[in-house]
C-alpha cells in the first residue's frame, strides 16, 4: 500500500485545519464578556477568506512550481504574504460592513496585518513540512523499488550467466577453423563476441557513457543487418556532444529489438530504423523510430518484457515516462527522456 497520502484525505486535512483554527479563534475571542457580537460569524468569514486566498498560493507554489528548487520557492513568498494580507485586510472589511462584524480600526489595524502574515507562515511552514515528509516517503518507495528489481536483475544475471571465457574460447576456436574465404564470417563472429564481452563488463555498473551505450546498439544491429540485408537500413542522428553523458546500461537494446521484431521483421520490404538523440530542455531526448509493419491495437496496449522493464528503470530512476506511438508514414516511434548526467 502507498504511504502517499490521497487528494481527498489531502482535502479533508486542509479543512480540519481551518475548522480547528477557526474554532480556537472563535473561543478565544467569545470568552470575555464584554463582546456582545456574533464571534461565530466572524470566525467563519475570517477563515474562509483566508482558506479562499491560500488555494491559489498553494497551487501556485506546490503545483506549478514543483520542480523549482525550495530556495527559490521560499523566495516567492516574499511576494505572496504581503500580497495575501493585503487583499484579506481589505476582503475582510469589504464583509464585515454588511455583516455587522468587528474589525479594529486605528492604531489597533496592525494586528490585522501581523497575525494573518503569522498565520501565512504557519500554514506554509506546514505544507513545506508536508511536502518534505511526501518527498521522504516517496525516496522510500522508490529504493525499495530499486532494491527489489536489483534483486530480480541479479537473479536473472545468475540464471543467464554463460561461464564468458568459456564462450569467448569457443568462438575463436570456431574463427580459427574458418578459412580466408569466409571473412564475413570472422567479422560476425568477432562482433558477436565484443557484444558478449559487453554484457559480461556492464553486468555490474549501474551506469555507463552514452558512447558505449551507442557503440553496443551499432554493433547488435550490424549482426541484424547481416540477417535482413537490404531489408534493414539504419539512421543515426545523434548530438555528439552528449556522448559523454551517462545512461543505464543497455537501455536502448530492448527498444531496438522490439523494433526488429515487430515492425522489420514483420514487414515484407523491412524498412529503416532511425536512433535520434539531441538536447532538449536540459534533458536527452531519445526518439527511436522505424518503418515497419507498424503497431496493431495490441501492440498499443501491451509491451513486452524488455519494454515494461525499460519503462520500469525510467520510471524509478528518472520519473521520466517511455512512450510509444505510431510513426509518420509508417511504423512506431519510441520516445523517452534522461537528465543528463555528466558525473556520476
Known sequence: MSKIISLRKRIFIGFVFYFVFGTMYWLANSLPTEFKFNMWKEALVDYSLKGVLTIPIWYFLFVVLKNKSLSFRLKIHLITCPLYVFLWFHLFRFFAVPLELFYLKGTGKVWDIYIPTLFYFLQFGFFHAYEYWQNFQLQSIKENELKEVARVSAINNYKAQLQPHFLFNTL??????????????????????????YAAKISDKDFISLHEEIQFIKTCLELEQARFSDRLQLIYDIDEKLLNNFVPPMILQPIVENAIKHGIAKSIDGGTITIAIKEVENKMHFEICDTGFGLTNADMNSTGIGLSNTKKRLKILYNEVLIISENNPKGAKVIFNIPIQKNL
Open 172 to 197: 575463436n576456436s570456431i574463427n580459427a577453423t574458418l578459412t580466408s574465404d569466409n571473412e564475413p564470417a570472422r567479422e560476425l563472429i568477432a562482433k558477436l563476441s565484443d557484444t558478449f564481452r
